[in-house]
């Protein structure tokens, strides 16, 4: 990149940080909507067509459009605009600095560092004598810190078509240190809980003990998750299983009559949320059955998410690959642990790959920065992408 072309990418980023868009699910959030002005202004001013999708009151998904050659081909390029909570941070959140080639600032890895590089592209593109082979959508969107509603309200039904989304290939910027990712573990969250009879401590042979019961339950999930991680994804390893909360009881002379868990299951390729629901609730029973006594409820899920699994061959992970040879970067595609809103967009047959600057050890983090030079190179790669993507040449 040029020297201006640089200047210009991390400036953008450095404005985007200032912007408080943490979740207004989360401590200090707020809704994203002045983001999403900032967004739909900065491509206004380059006239560059954009459309609005009002998903909550003030929460609206902004969206892009390069027209290419073949307008009924597209790719579509998503970053999300909500932050987590600033909670627990130990620089100023909202004033971004660049120091020992690094940009801090809360959102700067994720993923405000890929959303700069994804915007200026596109408006490099805008810029280009010759089009593209196919449109180019770029889409900021809500909502991927707490429970994805805005890119399923875009997959649902996207602006101006009113229609469900088609596209030949998606890209997705959550930090990859640039490395392709085409495959990432779903997830399934839910409850668990255990009832039981109240009763004085001292007499406690007059009450069911819930705690007692809970203990069950968990030592059958932990031999459950053993046997679980002897089947393992090439890319993604194995499933897990995580007991994250226990609450039970209510003071310590009391024979508790509840007791509840909370789960998280990290779900491969070939897995659903509610094949898994399934699993487990067969394993409830299982234990009931050995015990009239012990009376365990399964609760719905409280978020699910499907896996993501995009063919190694598919005609946008080969252009992506070859894009990532010519600069000279590792084209080895990858799989992550961690959820995106990539599964939705692959969930629809949209083949899909995860990629962006920074590493996933630094987003949410104390301390979050972004590597400025990564920024750059996303940019590139992403206008190299744009530009040289053809999904007729598979056809």
Same mark, same amino acid.
């Given at each position: 990149?040029?020297s201006?072309?640089?200047?210009?990418?991390?400036s953008?980023?450095?404005?985007?940080?200032?912007?408080?868009s943490?979740?207004?699910?989360y401590?200090?959030?707020v809704? =994203?909507?002045?983001?999403a002005?900032?967004?739909?202004r900065y491509?206004?001013?380059?006239?560059? =067509?954009?459309?609005?999708?009002e998903?909550?009151?003030q929460?609206?998904?902004?969206i892009?459009?390069v027209?290419?050659?073949?307008?009924?081909?597209?790719?579509?390029?998503?970053?999300?605009?909500?932050?987590?909570?600033?909670?627990?941070?130990?620089?100023?959140?909202w004033?971004?600095?660049?120091?020992?080639?690094?940009?801090?600032?809360r959102?700067?890895?994720?993923?405000?560092?890929?959303?700069?590089?994804?915007?200026?592209?596109?408006a490099?593109?805008?810029?280009?004598?010759?089009?593209?082979?196919?449109?180019?959508l770029?889409?900021?969107?809500?909502?991927?810190?707490?429970?994805?509603?805005?890119?399923v309200a875009?997959?649902?039904?996207?602006?101006?078509?009113?229609?469900?989304?088609?596209?030949?290939?998606?890209i997705v910027?959550?930090?990859t240190d640039l490395?392709?990712?085409?495959?990432?573990?779903?997830?399934?969250?839910?409850k668990?809980e255990?009832?039981?009879?109240?009763a004085?401590?001292?007499?406690p042979h007059?009450?069911?003990?819930a705690?007692?019961?809970?203990a069950r339950?968990v030592?059958a999930l932990?031999a459950d998750?053993r046997e679980?991680?002897?089947?393992t994804?090439?890319?993604?390893?194995?499933?897990?299983?995580?007991?994250?909360?226990?609450?039970?009881?209510v003071?310590?002379n009391f024979?508790?009559?509840r007791?509840?868990?909370?789960?998280?299951?990290?779900?491969?390729?070939? =897995?659903?949320?509610?094949?898994?629901?399934?699993?487990?609730?067969?394993?409830?029973?299982?234990?009931?059955?050995?015990?009239p006594e012990?009376?365990?409820?399964m609760?719905?899920p409280?978020?699910?998410?499907?896996?993501?699994?995009?063919?190694?061959?598919c005609q946008?992970?080969?252009?992506m690959r070859q894009?990532?040879?010519t600069?000279?970067?590792?084209?080895?595609?990858?799989?992550?642990p961690f959820?995106s809103d990539?599964?939705?967009?692959g969930?629809?047959?949209?083949p899909?790959?995860i990629?962006?600057?920074?590493?996933?050890?630094?987003?949410?983090?104390?301390?979050?920065?972004?590597d400025?030079?990564q920024?750059?190179q996303a940019?590139e790669?992403?206008?190299r992408f744009?530009?040289t993507?053809?999904?007729?040449?598979?056809?």
């Open positions: 990149m040029s201006s072309s640089t200047a210009s990418v991390l953008l980023l450095a404005d985007l940080v200032r912007i408080n943490v979740n207004p699910n401590e200090g959030g809704p =994203e909507v002045e983001l002005n900032f967004v739909q491509f206004q001013q380059r006239q560059i =067509e954009t459309w609005r999708q998903v909550y009151p929460r609206p998904n902004i892009a459009r027209p290419g050659r073949d307008a009924s081909r597209r790719i579509v390029f998503e970053a999300h605009l909500d932050t987590v909570s600033t909670a627990g941070m130990s620089i100023p959140p004033e971004p600095e660049i120091r020992d080639g690094r940009m801090y600032g959102g700067a890895c994720d993923t405000k560092g890929g959303m700069a590089a994804m915007m200026h592209a596109l490099n593109l805008s810029e280009e004598a010759v089009p593209p082979p196919c449109d180019v770029f889409a900021a969107t809500i909502d991927e810190e707490y429970s994805y509603r805005g890119v875009l997959c649902e039904s996207l602006p101006p078509e009113a229609q469900p989304l088609r596209a030949d290939a998606a910027a959550e930090p490395r392709a990712v085409i495959a990432s573990k779903g997830l399934v969250r839910w668990i255990t009832i039981g009879r109240a004085h401590s001292a007499k007059l009450g069911v003990n705690i007692e019961a809970m339950v030592a932990e998750t679980m991680a002897t089947r994804h090439p890319l993604l390893g194995a499933a897990t299983c995580n007991v994250g909360v226990i609450r039970g009881g003071q310590i024979v508790p009559d007791c509840e868990i909370e789960i998280d299951r990290r779900l491969l390729p070939g =897995e659903t949320p509610q094949s898994a629901l399934v699993h487990y609730q067969t394993l409830v029973d299982e234990l009931t059955g050995q015990d012990l009376k365990v409820v609760h719905e409280m978020l699910t998410d499907v896996p993501l699994e995009t063919d190694a061959d946008a992970v080969r252009t894009v990532l040879e600069i000279g970067l590792d084209d080895t595609p990858l799989g992550v959820c990539a599964s939705k967009f969930a629809r047959g949209i899909s790959i990629l962006g600057p920074g590493s996933i050890d630094q987003a949410h983090a104390a301390v979050e920065y972004v400025v030079y920024v750059e940019a790669v992403y206008r744009m530009l993507f053809d999904p007729t040449a598979e056809e």
